[in-house]
């Protein structure tokens, strides 16, 4: 049983590339999540998925889009990236919506902008 | 949007208990009280959760004031293996986790 599984793990682009993170789960959860950490700093939310083909904006959306593909898989994308966003990248997936129901993390995707 | 306070660090002796405290003074009635760590950066774990009642579990024990602006997490025999960054959050519509308190065991 994986968990949440993320890739990839390192990732190093320059200033204007693009990519995307992706995120899978097999424990048949309904709402995923993105968040980013930078150094010392706690976790902030970029986006969430309450149910398969609805996404919301966390708290630090700007620069990012996201796609739940399915239930399974929910994907990350930097269309121009920027050193801003250099960091590390957490998705995570819970059986139940916000309030309640305890999240999964992934192991995590560094991504260094140059 | 309820949020919450916390030590930025501690220190705790292995082999005893470590408490560590969260303030969350503008909890809403219907919003539960989560507890993460986060061991060097991989990705956090969770710990217990708890509404009003204090929960237990084979990790931890939860406390939660009867007011419930604030609550208390307890790890009865630290071990090193317990040194970690500690999440206190509440949750709500825009989950998002604080710097934490930085728990060190010391041998």
């Given at each position: 049983?994986?968990?949440?599984?993320?890739?990839?793990?390192?990732?190093?682009?320059?200033?204007?590339?693009?990519?995307?993170?992706?995120?899978?789960?097999?424990?048949?959860?309904?709402?995923?999540?993105?968040?980013?950490?930078?150094?010392?700093?706690?976790?902030?939310?970029?986006?969430?998925?309450?149910?398969?083909?609805?996404?919301?904006?966390?708290?630090?959306?700007?620069?990012?889009?996201?796609?739940?593909?399915?239930?399974?898989?929910?994907?990350?994308?930097?269309?121009?990236?920027?050193?801003?966003?250099?960091?590390?990248?957490?998705?995570?997936?819970?059986?139940?919506?916000?309030?309640?129901?305890?999240?999964?993390?992934?192991?995590?995707?560094?991504?260094?902008?140059? | 949007?309820?949020?919450?306070?916390?030590?930025?660090?501690?220190?705790?002796?292995?082999?005893?208990?470590?408490?560590?405290?969260?303030?969350?003074s503008t909890i809403s009635g219907n919003e539960y009280v989560y507890w993460y760590r986060q061991i060097?950066?991989?990705?956090?774990?969770?710990?217990?959760?708890?509404?009003?009642?204090?929960?237990?579990?084979?990790?931890?024990?939860?406390?939660?004031?009867?007011?419930?602006?604030?609550?208390?997490?307890?790890?009865?025999?630290?071990?090193?293996?317990?040194?970690?960054?500690?999440?206190c959050i509440v949750k709500h519509e825009k989950l998002t986790f604080g710097t934490g308190t930085r728990?060190?065991?010391?041998?």
């Amino acid at each position: 049983n994986a968990g949440v599984t993320q890739t990839p793990k390192f990732q190093v682009l320059k200033t204007g590339q693009s990519m995307t993170l992706q995120c899978a789960q097999d424990m048949n959860h309904n709402s995923m999540y993105w968040y980013r950490q930078d150094p010392g700093m706690g976790l902030r939310l970029i986006y969430y998925s309450a149910s398969e083909g609805t996404t919301d904006k966390g708290e630090v959306p700007n620069g990012y889009n996201v796609s739940r593909l399915n239930k399974r898989e929910f994907s990350l994308r930097l269309e121009s990236a920027a050193p801003s966003q250099t960091s590390v990248y957490f998705c995570a997936s819970s059986a139940r919506v916000l309030n309640t129901g305890e999240l999964f993390f992934g192991e995590g995707s560094r991504l260094t902008v140059l | 949007d309820a949020k919450t306070t916390q030590p930025t660090s501690m220190d705790c002796a292995e082999g005893r208990a470590a408490n560590l405290p969260c303030n969350h003074s503008t909890i809403s009635g219907n919003e539960y009280v989560y507890w993460y760590r986060q061991i060097h950066s991989q990705g956090p774990q969770y710990i217990i959760h708890g509404l009003k009642n204090n929960e237990t579990n084979e990790m931890a024990s939860l406390i939660i004031t009867e007011d419930r602006k604030s609550s208390t997490l307890i790890l009865p025999h630290a071990t090193l293996r317990d040194t970690a960054v500690y999440y206190c959050i509440v949750k709500h519509e825009k989950l998002t986790f604080g710097t934490g308190t930085r728990l060190t065991i010391i041998p």
